[in-house]
């Protein structure tokens, strides 16, 4: 296996979860409806808010790798919905499809053979494709390691999970 290959073998790794991180999969399975507008104690977000955050976050960078007229979004009011925002399970199960959607779309990057890791992004040229995708993995674990601790904070965790 070449150097280039490993290295995108890791970065798949890395942003599918698993080894030190949980998958996002996991973190969402068998969620309790009822409670996606819960917010955790001392939380200002509700767990909706926080896989919607996780969404918004992770499709800005996409856009940010693709798109040569990227316009960056305002901090935090771009990055999260707005505080009095509730989802209902429709809203929830598109967060999660569109989450998935994108992380193939990284993914996908990450496997296309042509794509240059670590060339200068052409109308970012102070950041790579590399960068990016460890941003996102970076960004993806923490969150999905939250939802997971405040999960079993609230007592929402599955008892059969391989978490527990």
Do not use: C, K
């Amino acid at each position: 296996m070449s150097a280039d290959e490993i290295i995108r073998d890791q970065l798949l790794a890395l942003l599918r979860g698993g080894n030190a991180h949980m998958p996002f999969a996991e973190a969402v399975a068998n969620f309790p409806l009822e409670h996606i507008n819960t917010h955790p104690p001392h939380v200002p977000y509700s767990f909706w808010h926080l896989l919607e955050h996780l969404r918004l976050t992770q499709w800005d960078i996409l856009d940010f790798i693709r798109n040569p007229d990227y316009q960056y979004l305002p901090w935090p009011a771009g990055y999260w919905p707005a505080p009095e925002a509730q989802a209902d399970a429709a809203q929830w199960n598109q967060t999660i499809a569109d989450f998935h959607a994108d992380l193939q779309a990284l993914e996908n990057l990450v496997l296309d053979p042509t794509t240059n890791l670590t060339a200068p992004i052409p109308h970012a040229p102070d950041y790579t494709i590399f960068r990016e995708i460890l941003l996102v993995a970076d960004h993806n674990a923490y969150h999905i390691g939250e939802l997971g601790i405040l999960r079993q904070i609230v007592g929402l965790w599955p008892a059969t999970s391989a978490s527990s």
